[in-house]
């Protein structure tokens, strides 16, 4: 299998929390341990290194009971961001969207507005460091299907007042098992009308989420990328090929070690789109901490299980550039980075 950690790539579904490695998480609860700020079990024992198969059922405690107990102060908040930053530079990704829903941290005095300014402060830190020099990182902010309308709503007004400061874009994410409140269209409407924000959701994860009802109200939405695109009817499919250039963000391992696709890698959807004439294809990672495939391995795995080659691969990733939401400056500096490569 050829190794494609050399090979400059692009990420735009990556989870900052679900990116964390355990290593990352563990040397972080020895630190609250010392201190004694925590009662929560060794995240290698918690989640044991080489255990990937978390399904929906017990992919989301995972986050809402463990991970954002042990993650929950700025200092915690900005070494395990630099870790992950540090993680997918050594795989070779030069451009990477990272995403996240603001999270108050109310027992140290962190408010929302607060939490995206460490990511940023640590993205900024991380970018002047020699090891930093090649990745570039932008954020993107998500509502969280649990969200309430006012909790969305100022997740729109975070993307506002960070716009143009590291934020690029506005996500869906979320348990697909939570039924999908109608209350937020109006919301997602109001954040296609942002200048310069760029619009991705979750989308058709899981049956429950792939009614032809929800995913219709998710492309009146017009967004701009789309990410798992699993459970989708013949018409919903035919509708999504002819919107000329949308991305899709289609995450292997994820979802072959959830069982959110039958049949192992090679029966993946992405055998039927990456070959697509308009629809944009990116590969990506969606939680590496959890699901152990960086995104060179993701590659390697295209490769294998549907035949790509090294040019087919080159141009995937260059064909990424089209969807990314850094803007013109960025696509320049990749275009020098990816065409030599
Ligand atoms: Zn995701």
Redesign the pocket.
Known sequence: MLDYKALPKIEL?A?LSGSISRQCLHEVWLLKKAADETDLQDPLIEMPPGKHDYDLKTFFPLFSSYIYNLVNDGPVLRYTTLSVLRDFAEDGVVYLELRTTPRAMPAVGLTEADYVRTILDTIAEFERSAEGKTLRTKLILSIDRRNNPTQARQVLALCKQFLGLGVVGIDL?GNPAVPLDPQLAPVFEDARCVPGLGMTL?FAEAECSGSDAELDMLLSWRPDRL??VICVSERVRREIAGRKGIGLEL?LSCNVHAGMVHGGFESHHFGEWWKAADAVVVLST??VGIFGSPLSNEYALAAQHFGLSRAHICGLIRKGLDVIFGGEEEKSRLRDILWKA
């Open positions: 579904h989870h994410c979750h990410g798992h995450c969606d939680d």
